[in-house]
């Protein structure tokens, strides 16, 4: 079975820009998480979507916002990019809504803001 | 609020064992989670437990106890490999008080690994 991809996996940016992240999950998969890592901060939570719905959202500001298509696809887009948001982001997915799902991380997007 | 403790840094010998901590205290629990991120990679998963006791998966074991907030990752027979950083995660109760919450995750252990 096929792992969970991410696209792109590297990009850079201008302050001011906005970006789009795209990640598919494992087939078989409805819940997409996705998270911030930085050196300083560890990995944290931006938000998950379950069945093209929003089932849980992280302390982000909203200028993170994020979507999932009906084949479970998901996206994420920043706007507005600032020098903080320079991050490693990584997307995982998990098979159901039942306890202890594993989730299953892609490789990342590493995004520079300039 | 939501947090999760574990050492920054960690130096074992090849061959050695390795006992990871990690303390939590979470509005909510269910489950506890570690993973493997080796430096420029995406975590791994390791290993799952929500029940009180030990679970073991080959050279690596993790324990919990709820009621004290505490886990640990124990690694036996070091390889080099091994060096990495390790992740322990808590997943949340949904906002609907449900099983379906976010994983909250500590800042992580590097370990690292000597001949």
């Known amino acids: 079975k096929a792992g969970v991809t991410q696209t792109p996996r590297y990009l850079i940016k201008t302050r001011g820009q906005q970006v789009t992240l795209s990640c598919s999950p494992i087939?078989?998969?409805?819940?997409v998480s996705w998270y911030q890592q930085t050196p300083g901060q560890g990995l944290q939570f931006l938000f998950e979507y379950f069945s093209e719905t929003q089932r849980n959202k992280g302390n982000f500001p909203g200028r993170f916002s994020g979507r999932q298509f009906s084949n479970s696809r998901s996206e994420m887009n920043v706007s507005t990019l600032e020098l903080g948001d320079s991050a490693l982001y990584l997307c995982?997915?998990?098979?159901?809504?039942?306890?202890?799902?594993?989730?299953?991380f892609g490789p990342g997007t590493r995004l520079t803001v300039l | 609020g939501q947090n999760i403790d574990q050492p920054t840094e960690m130096t074992a010998t090849e061959g050695a064992i390795v006992q990871i901590n990690c303390t939590y205290q979470?509005?909510?629990?269910?489950?506890l989670f570690w993973y493997q991120q080796h430096a420029g990679e995406a975590p791994t998963f390791l290993s799952y437990?929500?029940?009180?006791g030990l679970e073991e998966k080959g050279r690596f074991s993790s324990f919990l106890s709820r009621s004290k907030g505490y886990s640990y990752l124990l690694l036996k027979e070091l390889q080099m490999k091994d060096s990495a950083s390790y992740l322990c995660a808590v997943r949340d109760v949904g906002i609907y008080g449900g099983s379906q919450g976010n994983l909250i995750f500590g800042k992580g252990t590097k370990l690292s690994v000597k001949p």
């Open positions: 979470t509005s909510g629990f269910n489950g």
């Open positions: 087939s078989g998969h409805r819940s």
């Open positions: 995982a997915s998990s098979g159901s809504s039942g306890r202890g799902d594993t989730q299953y």
């Open positions: 437990n929500v029940l009180d």
